[in-house]
């Protein structure tokens, strides 16, 4: 058996090779230690949004770890954090106007919880209930499994998660089921927020639904006076072709969770971002109303000055008209699949595409998975089915050359597997 010192994520050490060593990155690629390069076609687990050491970050945090290091942010501020927050709100929808800083996808999301019930508990509401939507995904901590899907993933830790209300995921022509089951829960009275990730539900298989459901929801929200939290963290920074995936519906949520692409990817950082009524309910001269949270890197001045680079590579470079290349490309070539009886629901939404892989039988895949991995490996792409389903969300330095290859190798990948299980 292979023990390994390293206990690597979402790993199962007995059946995996020892993993490779990562010796540089550069651009779209990882290079391994024998200069092979590997298309990361993934951006690195969905953070890296402009590509791989992008040189105005990388020298933002040289010029940052000459003068800082972590300083503690309560008591003080510093001009990194300072000047990120205005960035963000100034590129965040209209209405939202607080920043609060933590280290990570699941933290954001926790925070947003917190604010969401700390914001009907101070104002004397009895308020409870977390709606999702079903074969959501929130981050990985008790509280964000909580709200995510339930599964083999988190079995174990069942008895320790707490309820919530769940929405049947809006399948084309479902929408109305959707939106009445939102509404019943609201009736109750007890609905504090709904916390949802917007257009995009990345890890439950990269499900795409409409603008327009997301708009009546939060429509449905404000009647009833529920929150709502959008949790941004892999939609944000262009991922689905819009800054933030919310201004397709042109919604303002109630609370706004971003991380992975904050600081292009290069180092860890979260923000969540809320509005001045979610901020006020919180501002009192009575101590106990104080938004008790703090992780202790909060707002790393190194992490935020690798985002407030970023901040100015979206403000000067065409970042969406590289986008913009991206969606093209993957129409273009998705467009070679339709009819193709190998796939099923090809679909995009800005620069992350995806595909189901008709798989002959269930439970097949746990051995597929894999499989597929390692043929991609052996190409030189990373690409990690999610399931049997097949996508790609590459940094936004690709070039169109790069994408066809990565479907080429699908094409080639997914006959093999099939072939192999007829
Ligand atoms: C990745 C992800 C998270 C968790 O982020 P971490 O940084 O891994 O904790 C939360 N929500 C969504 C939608 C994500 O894709």
């Not at 899907?149 to 399948?171: H, T």
Request: charged content about 20%; hydrophobic content about 40%.
């Amino acid at each position: 058996m292979n023990r390994s010192t390293i206990w690597h994520p979402f790993t199962q050490h007995a059946l995996e090779p020892p993993m490779r060593r990562i010796a540089s990155t550069d651009g779209a690629y990882l290079i391994d230690e024998d200069g092979n390069r590997i298309l990361d076609t993934i951006s690195s687990w969905w953070v890296i949004t402009h590509g791989h050491r992008h040189p105005k970050i990388m020298t933002a945090i040289r010029a940052a770890t000459e003068v800082y290091d972590q300083i503690i942010f309560a008591e003080f501020s510093h001009e990194p954090a300072e000047r990120l927050a205005e960035g963000l709100i100034e590129i965040a929808p209209p209405g939202l106007k607080h920043v609060f800083y933590s280290d990570s996808g699941s933290t954001s999301v926790e925070v947003a919880v917190k604010m969401a019930l700390g914001y009907f508990h101070n104002r004397g509401e009895p308020r409870d209930r977390i709606v999702v939507m079903e074969g959501s995904y929130h981050g990985d901590t008790i509280g964000t499994m909580s709200t995510g899907e339930r599964g083999v993933f988190n079995a174990a830790y069942e008895p320790l998660l707490f309820g919530v209300d769940r929405l049947p995921y809006p399948e084309a022509g479902g929408e109305q089921e959707t939106l009445d089951r939102f509404e019943a829960f609201c009736r109750t009275g007890r609905v504090a927020a709904l916390l949802i990730e917007p257009i995009v539900l990345g890890a439950g298989g990269m499900k795409i639904f409409g603008a327009h459901l997301l708009a009546t929801l939060k429509d449905i929200a404000e009647r009833y006076g529920c929150l709502v939290i959008a949790d941004e963290v892999m939609t944000g920074w262009g991922r689905t072709g819009t800054m933030f995936a919310c201004e397709q519906a042109s919604i303002t949520p109630d609370i706004l969770c971003t991380s992975k692409g904050l600081t292009g990817g290069a180092v860890p950082l979260a923000a969540t971002l809320a509005t001045a009524e979610i901020f006020d309910s919180h501002l009192s001269t009575d101590r106990r109303k104080t938004f008790f949270h703090s992780s202790s890197y909060t707002a790393n001045p190194i992490a935020c000055a690798a985002a407030v680079a970023n901040l100015d590579i979206w403000r000067i470079e065409p970042v969406f008209a590289r986008i913009q290349r991206i969606e093209t490309a993957h129409r273009r070539n998705l467009a070679r699949y339709a009819g193709d009886a190998r796939f099923a629901h090809s679909r995009q939404a800005g620069t992350i595409a995806a595909l189901d892989l008709v798989v002959p039988a269930a439970g097949y895949l746990a051995e597929a998975g894999p499989r597929m991995r390692r043929l991609f490996r052996e190409r030189g792409l990373l690409i990690r089915p999610l399931g049997n389903v097949l996508y790609l969300m590459p940094p936004y330095c690709v070039t169109e050359q790069e994408i066809d290859r990565a479907y080429d190798a699908i094409d080639e990948v997914a006959s093999i597997v099939l072939r192999d299980a007829a």
